[in-house]
Structure formats: C-alpha cells, structure tokens
C-alpha cells in the first residue's frame, strides 16, 4: 500500500471540485499533507466544507485557502500561510495546477448548423411531423440519456466573440501561471529534494471545439511550460509533466457550450465503456508521487481509459 509522510504536502491549485478535490482526497487518505487553494463564492462553501472534512478527518496537516491564486497577493498570502505549516521540517512534494478559469466565447460569430436542420427537416417528413416538434422529442430523449442523438442536439453558444484580453487572461489563468507559482516556491525553498509538478490538460490540445479556443490555447502553453519546467528545474530534483485526462463531467466541463454532447461522445467513444472519473485522474497523481515515478520527467500523460486513441 502507498503511503506518504504527513511532512510531504501537496499543494492544490484549484482543489474545491474535480480533479483537485479527488486528488486531494486520495492523497490525504494516504498520509500526504494538503493545501487547497481555490476561489468559490460564500454559497458554495458549504458543499465544500463538507468535502473537506472528509481530508482533515485523516489526521495530516491540511490548509484551505480561498483567495485569488491568480494574483501576486494572493500567491504570496497563501505561501505565507504554507510556510508556517510545512514549519522546518515539512516540504511540497507535489504542486498540481487545475485551475479552471478561462473565457468561452466562440473565435467567430456562430452560425447555423445546416446539416443538422437538414436531418432534422428530413427525419421529420419521414415522420409526418413538425420539425420543431421533432427537435423538443430529440432534446428530451437525448437528456434522458439517448447519447447517440448527439449530433442532433443544437448547443447554446455566446454571441460575443473572443478578444485579446479573453485570451490573454485564459493564457495566464489556465497556463503560464504555474511558473509564477514555481518559481515563488523554490525561491522559498520550499520544495522537496524530490519534488513533482503536474499541469492537467485535455484534448483540446490539438483538437478544436467551438467555444475552447481561449482554453485550448492556455492548454498547450501550460503543456510547454511543463516541459520548461522539467528542463529547467530539474537539476533542482524537480519533475514536471502534463497529466492529458479524458472526458470528465466536472463542475468546469458543465460550463462549456455544448459540455453535454462531448459527455456523450465521450462515453460512446471510450474503450472502456464509460466516461473517466476524477477519481481515476486522482489515482494516477497518487501514483505519480511515488518514489517510483522519479523518472518520468517533461512527459503527456494520458490518464482516460483509451479514450484519445479511439476513433
């Protein structure tokens, strides 16, 4: 069985939902030390609080601070706070970036999908029916989990259209941040002599889904600054590397215009039958932390059941 110190941290960028909260929690479950960094509303923390409870019920040091990860100030409040819990003798031997804050304006202005009205006026003549009649059926059937009548469901996208500010903002807040982040935490010596870095990334890296530019952009600078890090902070005793995880139904996926076919296409797609869980991503963190994974260095790691290399 794995276990950690509770003098190894893990620090959570983005770890009240998703991958960081189920990571959090496998890693807590056994003897790593937690912080969780995240940005949610007072509404929300009642949820949270009770996910957190399941962490600190462990026994290890744990830290939850809601504040901006994103600014200087924030950055610092929060490595002020680590620093009098990791005390002399504890050290960060995984910093995990799952911030899930990125812009998701259409690049182009959005315009009628003619193959699908075309199937749909088609089937419904097939079947006597109005067409808009036969597009609220086909709506209702595929939430009901018909997931093969994804092509048939029209998503609901912006009508503004990205802007350099969406963009850079995204760049920043889902990508090149974590060198901020890096970089303030080895200056403070805070890392372990083996320390891993792990950026969580998608298959929006190569593929293009309206609505993603801004974050599939942010994805693959996130995927270069992994491999940046790992080259440059290696002689550190750092590793980095970009965990690629399949389709997952999070809090950040169900934001995305037009999240419910990709869950669909997902799961019909996926060699295992189902979509990927956080708590599969969580395990393979785990894995990544141990003694044993100290040799995997600037790697895409795809954590999703075989997902990417279905048709």
Known sequence: MIEFSDKQWAL????????????????????MSVCVVHRDRRGAMARIGEEFKEIEA????????????????????????????????????????????????????????????????ALAHKLDMEPERLTAMV??????????????????????????????????????????????????????????????????????????????????????????????????GIRANAVQAGVTNTPALRVIPGSAQMLAVGALRNPMGRLTCPEDVANFVCLMCTDEAAWVNGALLRVDGGEGIAS
């Open 12 to 31: 959570i960028l983005g770890g009240s939902s998703g991958f960081g909260l189920a990571t959090a929690k496998k890693l807590a479950h056994h003897g």
């Open 58 to 121: 462990h026994g290890h040091g744990f830290l939850a601070l809601n504040l901006d990860a994103l600014s200087e100030a924030g950055r610092e409040t929060a490595l002020d706070a680590l620093g009098d819990a990791l005390a002399s003798s504890g050290r960060v031997r995984l910093l995990m970036h799952s911030i899930a804050f990125g812009n998701l304006k259409p690049l182009a202005p959005v315009s009628e999908n003619t193959l699908r009205t075309d199937s749909i006026n």
């Open 139 to 236: 709506n209702d059937t595929f939430a009901e989990g018909a997931l093969a009548l994804h092509g048939l469901v029209q998503a609901d996208y912006s009508s503004q259209v990205l802007e350099d500010e969406d963009f850079e903002r995204t760049i920043y807040a889902m990508g090149s941040s974590l060198v901020s982040w890096v970089h303030d935490i080895h200056q403070r010596g805070f890392f372990a002599d083996d320390a891993r870095v792990l950026g969580m990334t998608n298959e929006g890296n190569t593929m293009a889904w309206r609505g993603y530019a801004a974050v599939s952009a942010a994805k693959v600078t996130l995927e270069s600054v992994c491999r940046a890090i790992a080259l440059e902070y290696g002689p550190h």
